[in-house]
């Protein structure tokens, strides 16, 4: 919801910048072996992250969710304006508080 509402706002103000945002899938981290076993990807294929910000493919792109490198839809709740302004508005409440 937050890359899709920064996504349109970013375009609304007439920038250049992208932004998307993807699943990097089931990663065979030793947390997950050690707790599951293998059953996801090797860390060295978890590079879909640098995929995304890097290839040509998806240049000028933005606004978009990816799922082992092709564009997927996301939730319904996820394309709800109203929804992602209400996040929008709790993280810039929450990111001027002063924490001690």
């Not at 590079?47 to 996301?74: I, M």
């Amino acid at each position: 919801m937050l890359a899709y509402e920064l996504s349109d706002r970013l375009q609304k103000n007439g920038e250049k910048i992208t932004v998307n945002t993807l699943d990097p899938g089931t990663v065979n981290t030793k947390m997950l072996l050690d707790g599951w076993g293998p059953c996801g990807i090797e860390v060295s294929q978890a590079n879909d992250q640098f995929w995304l910000a890097t290839s040509p493919t998806v240049k000028g792109v933005s606004g978009k969710y990816f799922v082992y490198r092709n564009e997927r839809s996301s939730s319904r709740y996820a394309y709800d304006v109203s929804n992602r302004e209400k996040l929008w508005r709790h993280l810039e409440k929450a990111a001027s508080l002063n924490v001690a």
